[in-house]
Structures are given as C-alpha cells and as structure tokens.
C-alpha cells in the first residue's frame, strides 16, 4: 500500500467492478434505472413573535403609574419590596420614563464615607510611593513593600506623573 500510486488503485477498482457488472450480465441479470427521490425543499425558519398582547401594555401602564407614585415617598429598594417588582425593573422603568427615586440619606453618608476614606487611603499610597521612588529600589520591590500589585504601581504611578525608574540604579 505504502509507495503505491493511487491512480492504479482506481483503475484496479474499476477494473473489478466491471468484472462483477459483465458477470451478473452474464448471468441473466438486467439493470434496472431508479429514480432519485429527488430533493425536497427546505421550509423558510422565519422565526414568529406574538403581537403584543393590548393586557401587557395595560399592565406596563399600571406599574409605571404605581412606580410614579412610590418614587415620590420611597427608595429604590422600599418600593421594590412594595411592588413586588425587581429593582432592574424599576430602574428601567425610571430611566426610560424620567422620574427618580428618594435616595436613602443614611445610606447615601455611609457611601460617602466609604468613598472619602478610599480617597484618603489612595492619596496616602501616592505619597509612599513617591517617596519610594527617590530610592534605589526596584518597582517590584516597591509594590511588595506596598502590598499592591505591579500594575497598580504602574498605573498609580502614571495617573499622579511620578517619575519612577524601571530599573535598578546603581549604587
């Protein structure tokens, strides 16, 4: 098989399968022709979407007005848990049809003071590692001794214009 060529392998195949046509010839054989079943169409996939249903809009209307109505005295949360409606839902429904909810005073202190200590927390890392980066050290270094990552170096680094050396100077 190996090292054979290919043609000769067809040619002995016709070969043989014309023995076989010309012996069952022989033998009182007759060839008869059949028909194809013949190719059948293929069906459109058009995809159907119902109408929309007259009750959907109805409803819609009937939860935009209800949602109106708990965004006057309510918060995004207090009126989820009234209406029985996910908060997706009504922040939706207040995007596309320009209304807001009350904010939550308490919570909305509690977000700021989360914000201004990260601001704090970042403005002191900045300071670091502009002090770092008057010394000899390595920004790997650097960033171990911070326990923040390389890219976090990098990227603090580059937002606050610090000239920081990416590599080491010699002693």
């Known amino acids: 098989m190996i090292g054979e060529n290919i043609p000769d392998?067809?040619?002995?195949?016709?070969?043989?399968?014309?023995?076989?046509?010309?012996?069952?010839?022989?033998?009182?054989?007759?060839i008869q022709q059949c028909t194809g079943a013949g190719s059948v169409p293929r069906e459109p996939n058009l995809r159907s979407y119902p109408a929309p249903q007259p009750q959907a809009a109805q409803i819609d209307r009937k939860l935009l007005d209800q949602a109106r109505q708990a965004a006057k005295t309510m918060?995004?949360?207090?009126?989820?848990?009234?209406?029985?409606?996910?908060?997706?839902?009504?922040?939706?429904?207040?995007?596309?049809?320009g209304f807001l909810f009350r904010v939550n005073t308490k919570q909305k202190a509690e977000r700021d003071i989360k914000r201004q200590a990260r601001t704090k927390a970042r403005a002191e890392l900045v300071d670091k590692i502009r002090t770092y980066a008057h010394t000899s050290l390595s920004r790997d270094?650097?960033?171990?001794?911070?326990?923040?990552?390389?890219?976090?170096?990098?990227k603090l680094a580059k937002q606050h214009d610090i000239d920081f050396p990416k590599w080491r100077r010699p002693a």
């Open 9 to 30: 392998q067809h040619e002995q195949a016709r070969r043989d399968l014309g023995a076989s046509v010309a012996r069952f010839l022989a033998e009182g054989g007759q």
């Open 75 to 97: 918060t995004l949360s207090e009126a989820c848990a009234q209406l029985g409606v996910s908060r997706t839902t009504l922040h939706h429904l207040s995007k596309q049809h």
């Open 141 to 154: 270094a650097v960033a171990k001794l911070l326990g923040i990552s390389h890219q976090q170096l990098s």
